[in-house]
T-cell receptor, first 111, second 113 residues
Framework: QKEVEQNSGPLSVPEGAIASLNCTYS??????FFWYRQYSGKSPELIMF????GDKEDGRFTAQLNKASQYVSLLIRDSQPSDSATYLC???????????FGGGTRVLVKP | DTGVSQNPRHKITKRGQNVTFRCDPI?????LYWYRQTLGQGPEFLTY????????KSRLLSDRFSAERPKGSFSTLEIQRTEQGDSAMYLC???????????FGQGTRLTVV
């Protein structure tokens, strides 16, 4: 079992719709969770972080964390073609100080 | 520009040669990370520094890889006797104490021919 798992996609979403991305992790003691956006050929860009159970909203993005079920999700509302990218889930495990990444979910927003 | 800076952006080298990459973190960040990313995969952790101390190194990391962070400022990653399998994007990130929000540089794309 991988430490952080994501569906590789592609997730195809019509423009203006909600994109829903999921991520599960194996280390139950993980404390902090991050979503990065990565455009093709570019480096990852931090877009959201969440530390507590529940929802956290920032503009069109909402991160959701459920530690009991060991999953974190990202919602993108009013999806735009510029949101087309790979979204990486990253987890800071309990016993370390590094981020462990999932393989990423590719999102395609179609006009 | 006060972000993480990596040099060079691209490096093409012949198999068997040594290469060195440099990373300048955000100035107030004392944590520095190196990752490697290949096409279609997420970043893979290589090593981590807190100030000048190298606190963790991936078990998957070959002895051909070495990293330093003298004086807790910039860091270098050296790959000795490069192999074609070393071709990847090498990413550097930095973060401040607490929070764990890590910010990445532009990366160095290595091609071994």
């Amino acid at each position: 079992q991988k430490e952080v798992e994501q569906n590789s996609g592609p997730l195809s979403v019509p423009e203006g719709a909600i994109a829903s991305l999921n991520c599960t992790y194996s280390d139950r003691g993980s404390q902090s969770f991050f979503w990065y956006r990565q455009y093709s050929g570019k480096s990852p860009e931090l877009i959201m972080f969440i530390y507590s159970n529940g929802d956290k909203e920032d503009g069109r993005f909402t991160a959701q964390l459920n530690k009991a079920s060991q999953y974190v999700s990202l919602l993108i509302r009013d999806s735009q073609p510029s949101d087309s990218a790979t979204y990486l889930c990253a987890v800071n495990p309990a016993a370390g100080n590094k981020l462990t990444f999932g393989g990423g979910t590719r999102v395609l927003v179609k006009p | 520009d006060t972000g993480v800076s990596q040099n060079p952006r691209h490096k093409i080298t012949k198999r068997g040669q040594n290469v060195t990459f440099r990373c300048d973190p955000i100035s107030e960040h004392n944590r520095l990370y190196w990752y490697r990313q290949t096409l279609g995969q997420g970043p893979e952790f290589l090593t981590y520094f807190q100030n000048e101390a190298q606190l963790e190194k991936s078990r998957l990391l070959s002895d051909r890889f070495s990293a330093e962070r003298p004086k807790g400022s910039f860091s270098t990653l050296e790959i000795q006797r490069t192999e074609q399998g070393d071709s990847a994007m090498y990413l550097c990130a930095s973060s401040a104490d607490g929070g764990g929000q890590a910010f990445f540089g532009q990366g160095t794309r290595l091609t071994v021919v």
